[in-house]
Structures are given as C-alpha cells and as structure tokens.
Nanobody, 116 residues
Framework: VQLQASGGGLVQAGGSLRLSCAAS????????MGWHRQAPGKQRELVAR???????LYADSVKGRFTISRDNAKSTVDLQMNNLKPEDTAVYYC???????????WGQGTLVTVSS
C-alpha cells in the first residue's frame, strides 16, 4: 500500500487543519489506519487510530480536539485537528497496520506548525 499524506501547514494557535492520507495499491478496508507525529527532538507517537470496525483511539493529549475518520470507498483517512496548540507542532505521518499495535507501512509525512 502506498500512502500519500497532505494538508499540513502553518496555523495560529486555536486554529484548525485537516490532514488527509490517500492509500493506493492495497486492500485499504482491511487495514487499521493510524496517524502518528514526531516533534523535533522527540520520539514518534501515535496520535489516533481507526480500526476496520470504525472504532477509534486517541492520545490523551489530543482527545476532544482531534477526530480521525476513514472513507473505505475512497481509501482515505483524515485527521481533523481543532483548537491546535504550539505543542502539536510536528511532522504527521499516516501508517497502516494489520493489528493496530505494530505499524509497518508509512507515508512520507506532512509538517504541521502551530504558532503561538
């Protein structure tokens, strides 16, 4: 599966962005999809994931602000990010998993910068 992420950019604190990840070349509907991020000097972390069933999981730091969704017909997974904070600044990656615990296929990343 090839993954192409888009939608990053520069936004002021309190603003919103919507990231999108388009998948091609595989069976999207059978895959768990996750959005991860890596801030400068920090380890990559899981931000949100969406299971095949549509159930979701979020990092505590983004609960209530971010929403992950998937469209199996279009093979896309989106991340709506509201009330952005400077600490959300990072490169955001979409990734696929068969189990939801180990992600083995990654997109190229899209940079999100939140100014204070």
């Amino acid at each position: 599966v090839q993954l192409q992420a888009s939608g990053g950019g520069l936004v002021q604190a309190g603003g919103s962005l919507r990231l999108s990840c388009a998948a091609s070349g595989g069976t999207f509907r059978r895959l768990v999809m996750g959005w991860h991020r890596q801030a400068p000097g920090k380890q990559r972390e899981l931000v949100a994931r969406i299971m095949i069933s549509g159930s979701t999981l979020y990092a505590d730091s983004v609960k209530g602000r971010f929403t992950i969704s998937r469209d199996n017909a279009k093979s896309t997974v989106d991340l709506q990010m509201n009330n952005l904070k400077p600490e959300d600044t990072a490169v955001y990656y979409c990734a696929t998993s068969w189990s939801g615990s180990r992600y083995d296929n990654w997109g190229q990343g899209t940079l999100v910068t939140v100014s204070s």
